[in-house]
């Protein structure tokens, strides 16, 4: 990970290095002219109560007369080193992306967004403060944390071609039909819901402060539409049940009965959240893959710490490709998943020990889980087209809950779309497993021998063993990983 690759990763390491907190504000502080000299002091404190990083005290050791020597002699060459050390690239800003003609592969050789063109609703830096002050004047709506993730996502074009939370005819085709109404596939709603009280307030065709949940605004939106919409519509035709056993469907009956559609602004930087190392938009992660020369990227989304099975499809999947992105979900997901810290510390460890350096990312999806399997799957697969990827991998029973879905009906429903319409190429596996007979991973597919042969532990089992802080086979788990797992137990 370099500087201009991910700089609010890297200085991110760096602080947790030096053991000062870091503080995403500091990305956007801004310098100013000091007109005198003895103003510094105060200008330290400033800058020491954005960044929280202190003013540096010089140090000048003592030197033996011998290596004053060296060190003279060394100190330009160190000079010459350092102005070439940091080229900083600078953060996406501004409603500025460049539009790209539908279905053609832009100039750089990168996969088209969905689309056609990346969507960028950050505001400029240099029109963040007032906007902000306007903002603070305007009605507001408090964003939870899934209408923030998916604000986040909208602003920095992960749900391109989507600019702003859903108005009523885009809402009603989305759910109906899985397209826009320009006839673009999209497959899961992107909504905002408040309740009546608060929409009754909300004037149309004006501009609302969304606000975070210590009343900070955020963003604006430029509410076009307030709407009432069928619920058991949405579970029936999004979910494909409207029993509220079901994640996804609870979470839907839970929100307000009004929908406030209208295209947004986001007035701050980009959140990196509890990863920072790991985060980067779209605009990011393409230009890092430009930099590394891939050009064919799969990606693989996940909610799951990494076994081997994992391990084997992903890198079945390098075998074919220049690059591998590993993508877990970090938003919200259900209580009974394994908490994303602990998910990413087992693919941070295992990242370093068996995966090539120069072909694989680590990045995280600071999306929630819907649980709508088959829709979720499609709608999965076209956020990772517009991060870059060209090819992306569709599991058995790809964001499914329970028994709620057919075992390949999230692979089945891409055979609803046109290839090239989707952009994006769906790789199709199987489960796999260590067999003792054949003696390596392997799948229903690529095995012949009897399930006794197979190293098989079911989720429940696994779990029992781990809070047990007993360790599965290695056949089946790395034990650098389960330690990871056993360790997330205790805590
Ligand atoms: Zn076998």
């Known amino acids: 990970m370099t500087f201009s690759e991910n700089p609010a990763g890297v200085l991110a390491a760096y602080c947790e290095h030096l053991e000062i907190p870091f503080r995403s504000g500091s990305l956007s502080w801004e310098s100013r002219d000091v007109e005198h000299w003895d103003s510094w002091e105060g200008w330290h404190d400033a800058a020491e109560q954005s960044t929280g990083i202190k003013p540096a005290t010089r140090r000048d050791p003592e030197l033996p007369e ?72 305007l009605p507001k709506v408090a964003l939870g944390a899934r209408a923030l993730s998916n604000l986040e996502m909208l602003s920095t074009g992960v749900f391109s071609p989507l600019e702003g939370f859903m108005d009523r005819e885009t809402y009603d085709s989305v759910v109906e039909d899985m397209r826009l109404p320009d006839g673009t596939i999209w497959t899961l709603p992107v909504t905002l819901s408040v309740d009546e009280e608060r929409a009754k307030n909300l004037p149309e065709d004006s501009e609302v402060a969304l606000v975070d949940g210590e009343g900070a605004p955020v963003a604006t939106m430029l509410l076009r539409e307030r709407y009432r919409y069928d619920r058991g519509r949405e579970a029936r035709l999004v979910y494909r049940t409207d029993d509220q056993d079901h994640p996804g469907v609870a979470a839907l009956y839970r929100r307000g009965d009004v929908l406030l559609g209208g295209e947004v602004t986001l007035l701050r930087p980009p959140d990196p959240g509890p990863f920072p190392r790991h985060y980067y938009t779209p605009q990011e992660l393409r230009a890092t893959f430009r930099e590394k020369g ?43 998943d394994i908490p994303a810290d602990v998910r990413m510390r087992s693919y941070e460890t295992i990242l370093e020990r068996y995966y090539p350096r120069d072909r694989t990312m680590l990045a995280v999806f600071p999306a929630a889980m819907r649980y709508a399997g088959p829709r979720e799957a499609v709608f999965h697969a076209l956020c990772r087209k517009n991060y870059g990827c060209t090819h992306f991998i569709v599991g058995r029973d790809h964001a499914g809950v329970g028994s709620f879905y057919g075992t390949y009906d999230a692979q089945h429903i891409f055979d609803e779309f046109d290839p090239g319409e989707l952009g994006i190429t769906p790789l199709f596996f199987e489960h796999a497993f260590f067999c003792r ?23 429940a089992r696994l779990r029992e063993m781990l809070e047990r802080g007993e360790y599965p086979p290695p056949e089946f788990s790395r034990p650098e990983v389960v330690e990871v797992l056993i360790e997330g137990f205790r805590h």
Request: glycine share 8%; aromatic share 6%; hydrophobic share 30%.
């Open 66 to 137: 011998e290596l004053e020597e060296v060190y003279e002699k060394c100190l330009p060459y160190y000079y010459e080193l350092a102005a070439h050390a940091i080229h900083a690239r600078p953060r996406s800003g501004g409603a500025a992306s460049r539009p790209v003609e539908v279905g053609k592969v832009p100039g750089d050789g990168q996969i088209a967004p969905h689309g056609g063109r990346l969507v960028d609703r950050v505001v400029r830096t240099e029109e963040r403060q007032e906007r902000l002050r306007e903002a603070r004047a």
């Open 294 to 336: 891939w050009k064919r990227i799969v990606g693989f989304q996940t909610r799951q710490p990494i076994h081997r099975a994992l391990e084997h499809i992903q890198k079945s999947a390098l075998e074919t490709v220049d690059g591998l992105l590993l993508n877990p979900i970090v938003g919200e997901t259900r209580s009974g």
């Open 437 to 459: 007979e054949c003696y390596g991973m392997v799948s229903s597919k690529t095995c012949p021998h009897d399930p006794s042969s197979h190293v098989f532990l079911s989720e």
